[in-house]
Structure formats: C-alpha cells, structure tokens
C-alpha cells in the first residue's frame, strides 16, 4: 500500500480483467480503515476504483465504522470466531458481535468467521448468522500420504 509503483501495477490487474473481482480479494487489516491511522486511505480507495474488491480483518468501532468499511468498497468482514462467539473481552466502545452480523446482514456485507475449530463453534456460529466460516474445523493439517513426502508421489490405488 506504500509502494505507488506496486499500488498501481495491482490496480491495473484488477481494471484490466473484470472476473479478478470475484477470484481475488485483496484482505486488508481494519485498523488501516477505521483506525486512528488512516494514511492508507488513498491507497485503498486506488485499490476499489480500479475494480478490486476488499475484505476488512476485525473490527473497530461504532456503527460509524461500518460506513468507512463500506465507503472503502469491502465486501466481506472477517472476525474471529472467538470475538463473535463473545469469548473475547471487549471495551466499552466495541460493537457486541449480533449488533455487528445485523448491520452487516442490513449493508449487505459478508461476515466470515475466522478460525473456527469445532463443529459446535460452526453450529453456534450459523445459529447467530454467520454461515461463511474458516479454520481448523475445515481444513485443517493432514498426514501425507506415504512416498510423498519423500517425493515418489502416491501410488495408483494407494
């Protein structure tokens, strides 16, 4: 995002293909949207206008940040399943997580949960609303299949 040269070869990948929009998401920190810090805002506004689309990780703020959000062009909010589930402290000024998927379901905005880890943690998840989900619970680390890892490759009906 500080890089103009870097800033605007990606904005032209993005305007020079119309289906890079839906293949590719470009997922940007929060705070570099609604934080105290804002100098990236030029950069992701470059990013939006020349077609990308954006997601936000986490979430800062009031209702008003969700206008900035929008304002940025993201589609999509991702949280940690932890923060929407409420096993996260919050402050005081901090959104409780169903005020959250409610004026995101009214935008039209995407909340995907972040880290999930059991199938009761995606069972309460889409109970609240949330039904876009990633983590362990779906594709966590397997065992390779034998000969693999040394390079052979599986074998046919292995």
Partial sequence: L???ASLDAVRKLYAGDNR???LLI??????LMTGAN????????????????????????????LQTLKAHGV?????????LLER??????????????????EAGITVAAMDVNTDEEAV????????VMSGLRFNGPRRLKPGFA???GARAGS
Avoid at 75 to 83: F, G, H, L, V
């Fill in 2 to 4: 500080q890089d103009s």
């Fill in 20 to 22: 890079m929009s839906r």
């Fill in 75 to 83: 589609d999509c909010i991702k949280i940690s399943a932890n923060r």
């Fill in 38 to 65: 804002r100098k990236q805002a030029r950069a992701l506004d470059t990013l939006r206008d020349g077609g990308a689309k954006l997601a936000a990780e986490g979430w800062l703020g009031g209702l008003q940040a």
């Fill in 150 to 152: 040394s390079g052979k």
């Fill in 88 to 105: 996260e402290k919050l402050r005081p000024r901090d959104l409780d997580a169903e005020t959250i998927i409610a004026a995101c379901a």
């Fill in 26 to 31: 470009l997922s940007v920190p929060v705070h």
């Fill in 124 to 131: 309460s998840l889409i109970d609240i609303g949330v039904d």
